[in-house]
C-alpha cells in the first residue's frame, strides 16, 4: 500500500504518459468488453480529465504500473531500463515492454513524439 502524499509533476506527467500509453495499446489491440479506469490511491481525474476506458486485463497492467511509480523511491527516476530495482516482473514487464514498444511506434507515426519523452526508453 501506498502512503498518500501529494503527487508531484514529474509524477503526474509520467502517470499521463503511462496512462496514454495502454490506452491506445487497449483501443488497438483489444475489442472486448470495456470499463472507464479509475484508481483507488488517487483520483485518475485530478491528472487526467478524460475517462478512459480499458478492458480489464489493461487495467491491471495499468493500475499495477501507476501502483510502481508511486513507490518508485528514486527522485528523480531514473529511466526503468537502467533502474536496479526493476519493479516490472514476469507478465507485467513482458506485457509493458509490448505496450511501449506498440504505443510508442504508433505515436511517432501519429506524429506525437512529445509524449515519448522520459518514461521507458
Ligand atoms: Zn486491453
Redesign the pocket.
Known amino acids: 500500500m501506498v502512503k498518500q502524499k501529494e503527487i508531484s509533476k514529474k509524477e503526474k506527467d509520467d502517470i499521463r504518459t503511462l496512462m496514454k500509453f ?1 490506452e491506445i ?3 488497438e ?2 475489442n ?1 468488453e ?1 470499463a472507464p479506469f479509475s484508481f483507488k490511491l488517487f483520483d485518475i481525474r485530478e491528472i487526467e480529465k478524460k475517462e478512459i476506458s ?6 491491471r ?1 495499468l493500475a499495477y504500473g501507476l501502483t510502481m511509480r508511486l513507490k518508485c523511491p528514486h527522485d528523480p527516476k531514473p529511466m526503468c531500463k537502467k533502474c536496479d530495482r526493476q519493479c516490472y516482473h514476469g507478465e507485467y514487464k513482458a506485457k509493458i515492454r509490448e505496450v511501449m514498444k506498440f504505443s510508442g511506434m504508433y505515436m511517432i507515426k501519429h506524429g506525437r513524439v512529445d509524449l515519448l519523452y522520459h518514461y521507458f526508453r
Not at 480499458?54 to 487495467?59: E, F, G, I, Q
Request: with cysteine; aromatic share 6%.
Open positions: 495502454i495499446y487497449c483501443r489491440n483489444h472486448g470495456k480499458l478492458c480489464a486485463d489493461c487495467s497492467l
